[in-house]
């Protein structure tokens, strides 16, 4: 390979020793090479096992062909423990070589050193290093003068040979380098590369080594290095002193000021120790997630862990991708982050799945192409070498719906199949690893998760509770190192304490923790505060829960405020207590029961007669991971297959949890059912098949359904796919005396208002809440006296029924018009307009038809005519009797 026609290559200096020494030679190196310009090496790699073969006098000179990657070096030998020394703490031309068992050391500018060492292979380098110098000390080293190198001749060795992008038999072209002239670096970046397995660096010190080792050197961005045993850097950027703002310049001096960033090299690490894994995913930040680790990396990343011509050779084929699914906050985004740190990959791109939408056509299938194209950027470039390219896909349930199904069809339908080509195109390409994360698996287009695509689905749940303290210790440990942390922590406690609770939810409690414990320390310092004091204890973390628990799971705090504050005694009422006690059993038989794991069950009864309460006692007597009271009312605009759909929803994250109550409160509401006895049909069906689920999955499922329209559920199908029904009878008057007893209600006239107007328990609960304000749980219970004056009079208000209150609302209104007309009949000169006492009729007559229309309703309804509107009957308003002389108006 002749490169003449290259530019002079940039010259600079590599390893030992020190750029001062140049000075001294100055002569001699300008000499030499000016006699080896356009000396055109020849290299005998096969012979000397990658070993020198040639030296100018004293100097050992490294040369680059290559223009573009400019890397010529020089080092000077002295004598025998000089080289020992270099090579003990160095990767120098002596330590790469084609064959491990020999070894070739240069001594001086004659002697070649060779040392056989087979056996010596087995312990590390420093002990080799011994033997070699023991056995040169001793003379039974076998030494011999290589001929074949002379003065003048320029010699590489297979690492140079690698750097330098050479190989035996090719012609390069060299050139004096000038380093006197070259600015000093502010800072110098490099990446520093492992050549053998097992190498350990440390990290922290590399920048002190490194500036010792080449301080006075000259460094050229893009050369490469060789450092230390089995390691070599690669210079990525360059800052010099001079025009600080520089980053891009070709070369520049180390000295003893020079920054030096270490950075790791991007690749695949092989060497992912699986055995404490734990362990070190802790220290990277991420906890209780070692299984769904090794399961990603056993069933993912096998085959990325052989060689790439065995690959080839059995004809192996790499995962493409993954889904992760599973709850909100539970670490899927974070898992992958921390994947590719430990495999020392590239850093991975994370998509927001609705960030790819753009409303111009076209753009969004853009921006999936241009995702992918950096990698396959890398592989062309690199081949099989390039590292590994991972695409975070979050939310992918927002852009990868199944086809032909979203709103926004066709802009979504694009993206999907962007992406189906994207990831089939990329099928010769090894260096890209697809991932999405969704918390709906069911809305993914199965054809992005078939085999040969993202063929692999994992489910990340929440953690239970050795994987919380995990997380726990994760998020303290920075607390703990900086002493914030009191010594009563109890992390077990804690872990113990937030059952359901995802990584997020854990994270944020200590961040609570520590707010609050900082609030604490501002409420009692005046000025500024004293960071020393701030400490997070136990009860900081509890705080948190408390809080978190509060808002995390409405719906059983929902159940048990009801519970705690205003649920009457019902032990008294055989016929409820005997309900609840069956209910109870069903639930309790479920947990122990092992060939099942799914019961449902039906409480039937009349409106308000208790079955709410039921549910709030099954839920406090049984200890269910996660609870859901699904309520007509939250799904009212909901469209029937929105309902549908969140109804699956709802029964599939019951089945992420150990054990789940669903509480389907008004059922026959729920399916849509009207009273003309249309329902849609979608909702009642998807219940039903959501009825008779088969659970087969290590949890438990109860489903409690609620109606006061049996008949209809029935009607309907829904009541027989129940395992089982429970019938809640309504309250019998003496039920209701003794309830009011308990109670503390002991005068008579309120009783039997109360047993004349049939109060239902429900209403019962809302008279008591509406009566003891703060006190709602001890009067309920008995504990606390029932104003009975109250209770008579919100007695009166309460109980009126719905039509009831509406047409009293209508017969306030007509009498307030008609009030409002004889006042206008009186007052003859008044201002109002005989336009508007014809509208004010109209509205009379409406309203009295709206009376007569209720008073039909009750009497149709066996209710008997309610004794206001017998009471009252309205007159229409007269006209006035002298209308006024500019209008005749005429009365209906
Ligand atoms: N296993 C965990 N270990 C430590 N921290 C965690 C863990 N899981 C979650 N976290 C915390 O929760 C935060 C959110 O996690 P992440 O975004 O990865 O969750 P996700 O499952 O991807 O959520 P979503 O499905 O909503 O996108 C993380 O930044 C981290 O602070």
Redesign the pocket.
């Known amino acids: 390979m002749v490169l003449h026609e290259e530019p002079p290559i940039p010259v600079s200096s590599l390893l030992e020793p020190a750029y001062g020494e140049w000075s001294q030679h100055e002569e001699l190196r300008s000499n030499e090479f000016q006699t080896l310009r356009n000396f055109h090496a020849v290299f005998d790699l096969e012979n000397s096992s990658g070993a020198p073969i040639g030296i100018p006098e004293n100097f050992w000179v490294f040369l680059r062909e290559n223009p573009k990657l400019n890397n010529v070096a020089y080092m000077k030998m002295k004598h025998i423990r000089e080289i020992m020394n270099y090579e003990q703490n160095t990767i120098g031309p002596f330590t790469r070589m084609k064959s491990r068992k020999s070894c070739h050391i240069l001594v001086n500018n004659k002697l070649i050193v060779e040392v056989q060492y087979p056996i010596l292979q087995l312990i590390n380098y420093f002990f080799k290093s011994f033997f070699c110098i023991l056995m040169l000390l001793t003379r039974s080293l076998y030494i011999t003068e290589d001929n074949t190198m002379y003065a003048g001749m320029i010699a590489l060795d297979a690492m140079q040979c690698k750097f330098a992008n050479t190989s035996d038999g090719y012609s390069v072209s060299v050139q004096l380098f000038e380093p006197t002239n070259e600015p000093n670096m502010a800072e110098l970046k490099v990446v520093v590369y492992k050549l053998d397995k097992g190498v350990e660096l440390n990290y922290d010190k590399l920048p002190l080594e490194l500036r010792n080792k080449f301080k006075n050197q000259i460094m050229s961005i893009g050369q490469n290095v060789s450092f230390h045993i089995g390691a070599y850097f690669k210079v990525t950027c360059i800052r010099r002193l001079e025009r600080a703002n520089e980053c891009d310049n070709l070369r520049g001096k180390i000295t003893k000021e020079t920054i030096i960033t270490i950075e790791r090299p991007k690749g695949f690490n092989k060497e992912i120790q699986m055995r404490n894994i734990e362990e070190t995913l802790i220290s990277l930040?991420?906890?209780?997630?070692g299984p769904t680790f090794r399961s990603i990396i056993q069933k993912a990343f096998a085959s990325r862990f052989l060689s790439p011509t065995f690959c080839k050779r059995h004809n192996i084929n790499h995962v493409k991708g993954m889904v992760?699914y599973?709850?909100?906050?539970?670490?899927?985004?974070?898992?992958m982050r921390k994947l590719a740190e430990l495999l020392d990959v590239v850093e991975p791109k994370v998509v927001n799945g609705p960030e790819l939408l753009v409303k111009w056509v076209g753009q969004s299938e853009q921006n999936v192409r241009s995702l992918f194209a950096e990698a396959r950027e890398d592989y062309k470039i690199k081949g099989d070498n390039s590292s590994l390219h991972i695409i975070i896909f979050?939310?992918l349930d927002s852009i990868a719906r199944t086809r032909g199904q979203s709103t926004q069809s066709e802009m979504r339908d694009g993206i999907v199949n962007q992406l189906l080509t994207m990831i089939d195109g990329f099928s010769g390409i090894n260096n890209i690893f697809i991932v999405g994360?969704?918390?709906r698996l069911d809305l993914i287009d199965s054809a992005l998760l078939r085999p040969g695509r993202l063929e692999l689905l994992l489910e990340?749940g929440t953690?239970d509770e050795a994987?919380r303290l995990?997380?726990l210790r994760?998020?303290t440990q920075n607390l703990d190192k900086t002493s914030l942390l009191e010594s009563d922590v109890n992390l077990e406690e804690i872990a113990s304490l937030t059952p359901n609770w995802?990584?997020?939810d854990?994270?944020g409690l200590t961040r609570f923790a520590l707010s609050n414990a900082i609030n604490r320390i501002m409420e009692n310092t005046i000025g500024q505060v004293e960071e020393k004091n701030i400490r997070v204890n136990q009860a900081d973390l509890k705080f948190g829960i408390e809080e978190r628990c509060a808002t995390k799971n409405s719906t059983v705090i929902k159940l048990k405020k009801y519970r705690s504050n205003v649920l009457v005694d019902i032990s008294c009422v055989p016929s409820l207590s005997e309900a609840c006690e069956r209910v109870d059993q069903v639930a309790k038989n479920l947990w122990h029961c092992k060939s099942h794991h799914f019961l449902s069950c039906l409480l039937a009864g009349p409106s308000g007669c208790g079955k709410t309460t039921l549910a709030a006692h099954i839920v406090q007597k049984n200890r269910f991971k996660h609870v859901n009271m699904v309520q007509p009312e939250s799904m009212i605009d909901f469209s029937e297959k929105e309902k549908s759909q969140k109804l699956v929803e709802i029964f599939e994250d019951a089945l992420k949890f150990s054990s789940s109550l669903i509480i389907l409160d008004d059922v026959e509401r729920l399916v849509g059912y009207t009273e003309v006895g249309q329902y849609p049909k979608a909702i009642s069906e998807t219940l039903k098949c959501l009825l008779r689920k088969h659970v087969t999955k290590d949890t438990k499922v109860f489903v409690l359904g609620i109606t006061s329209e049996r008949n209809i559920l029935e009607k309907i199908g829904i009541s027989d796919v129940f395992t089982l029904q429970v019938a809640i009878p309504p309250l019998k008057d003496d039920d209701l005396k003794k309830i009011l007893l308990h109670l503390n209600i002991r005068n008579e006239e309120v009783i039997k208002a109360a047993v004349s107007k049939k109060i239902s328990l429900k209403k019962l609960h809302l008279l008591i809440d509406l009566i003891s304000n703060e006190n709602a749980h001890d009067c309920s219970s008995g504990q606390k006296h029932i104003d009975e004056g109250d209770f008579l009079q919100y007695l009166n208000y309460i109980n009126k029924s719905a039509g009831e209150l509406a047409q009293g609302q209508a017969q306030a209104q007509a009498q307030a018009t008609e009030r409002e007309i004889l006042t206008c009949d009186t007052e003859r000169n008044s201002q109002l307009h005989d336009q508007q006492i014809l509208e004010l009729r109209s509205q009379i007559s409406n309203l009295q038809s709206q009376i007569q229309a209720l008073t039909e309703d009750f009497r149709s309804a066996n209710l008997g005519v309610p004794p206001a509107a017998v009471a009252t009957h309205v007159q229409p308003p007269m006209p006035p009797s002298q209308p006024s002389s500019s209008h005749n108006v005429e009365l209906p």
């Open positions: 930040g991420i906890g209780g997630i992760l599973g709850p909100p906050g539970t670490g899927k985004t974070l898992l979050d939310e994360t969704t918390n990340v953690p994987g995990e997380i994760v998020h995802t990584g997020a854990l994270a």
